[in-house]
């Protein structure tokens, strides 16, 4: 299984690695409006990182799943509060930020669509393994920072925010690799697969089809998606303890 996980990451990963080679530097100057300087939202990624350690910590420290998710739902949404305030001062008024990192007014629309597919599986979820009202508020914690708070935080911020200017100094390859691994850091209480899905799937290969299609939306959906089924996997397992 690990070795089969293991293949099929690698060749993810090299297809990413050729595709943007390929498009080469010339997508970057797409991007005119990302005007702003690496080192003004690098705190940012701090936030992120202090993020993760703390939710570790307490993960530890908290055996209970629905206390843990109960305190994460708060982390999360002061530093989304964090990202959100920092890029607004960053992003010239000019420009706008959703008009610098490529989101378009009918890319809620698509999130909302996919978003209601994945809540009306979940409840098909539920419904079947009849969950009691008391874990109610433990899954809409657990369902909205897994399909929406961190998809969202993430993309914006590593492929809407570092991927252009990173690469404008470094070249897009060697930017996508280094976004890539900087996303994988806040993670590092992971598995060694989670790990290797952040960098390759969620990293790489979220890098290409961003520089492909100028449209932040698309690799949040890639995110949300994948979070999906691994969160459906997630979500059997609790079931049986529950």
Request: aromatic share 14%; charged share 15%; hydrophobic share 55%.
């Amino acid at each position: 299984m690990f070795v089969s996980i293991s293949i099929k990451l690698f060749i993810i990963a090299l297809i990413s690695v050729f595709l943007l080679f390929k498009n080469g530097d010339k997508q970057i100057a797409i991007f005119e409006q990302q005007d702003w300087a690496v080192n003004k939202i690098l705190p940012v990624y701090w936030a992120l990182a202090v993020l993760s350690l703390v939710s570790f910590v307490t993960y530890r420290l908290m055996p209970n799943k629905f206390h843990q998710q109960l305190l994460s739902f708060p982390l999360t949404v002061a530093v989304g509060v964090i990202l959100f305030t920092t890029l607004r001062r960053v992003v010239s008024k000019q420009n706008g930020l959703t008009k610098a990192i490529g989101l378009k007014k009918n890319d809620i629309y698509y999130f909302i669509a996919v978003g209601l597919i994945q809540i009306v599986a979940v409840a098909i979820l539920l419904h079947k393994n009849r969950i009691k009202f008391v874990h109610i508020p433990f899954l809409l914690s657990y369902v909205s920072i897994t399909l929406i708070c961190w998809p969202v935080i993430e993309e914006v911020y590593y492929r809407g925010m570092l991927l252009i200017p990173t690469s404008r100094k470094v070249g897009l390859l060697a930017g996508a690799i280094l976004i890539s691994m900087l996303q994988v850091l806040p993670h590092f209480w992971q598995d060694i697969p989670a790990l290797a899905i952040n960098f390759t799937v969620f990293g790489l290969f979220g890098c290409y089809l961003y520089i492909k299609t100028r449209r932040i939306i698309v690799p949040v959906l890639l995110h949300s998606s994948l979070n999906f089924f691994i969160m459906l996997r997630e979500l059997q397992s609790i079931f049986h303890r529950l």
